[in-house]
């Protein structure tokens, strides 16, 4: 009987460890959120996307946030927009902040 205390106590540290563990995991990260975007607009936000989109670097948190805001939701974008729409869609509230916050650290 004691085996088995012990085992079902270990399972709920594992358990407890692992739901800690991927809430972790879960948080967004900046930094590896825009490694999908750095294709287009270059390591530190330096390059003009596919030539058609303002330059990030420089831009502040805020207007990182509205852009990508207004991305989702339809109300913002030239010629990019159906394009940025489908990048940034998935982004949860906490992602689309976390993103935006790397990004404002970059400088041209």
Do not use: P, R, W
Request: include cysteine.
């Amino acid at each position: 009987m004691k085996t088995t205390t012990i085992t079902k106590t270990l399972k709920s540290l594992v358990i407890a460890g692992a739901i800690i563990g991927s809430s972790t995991l879960l948080a967004a990260d900046g930094a590896a959120l825009y490694a999908k975007c750095a294709g287009c607009h270059g390591a530190t936000g330096e390059k003009s996307a596919l030539g058609k989109s303002k330059i990030i670097a420089n831009m502040s948190a805020e207007e990182i946030s509205s852009a990508i805001n207004g991305y989702v939701s339809g109300s913002y974008g030239g010629a990019m927009k159906g394009l940025m729409k489908g990048q940034v869609s998935s982004l949860s509230k906490d992602g689309i902040k976390a993103l935006s916050a790397h990004i404002a650290t970059f400088k041209k």
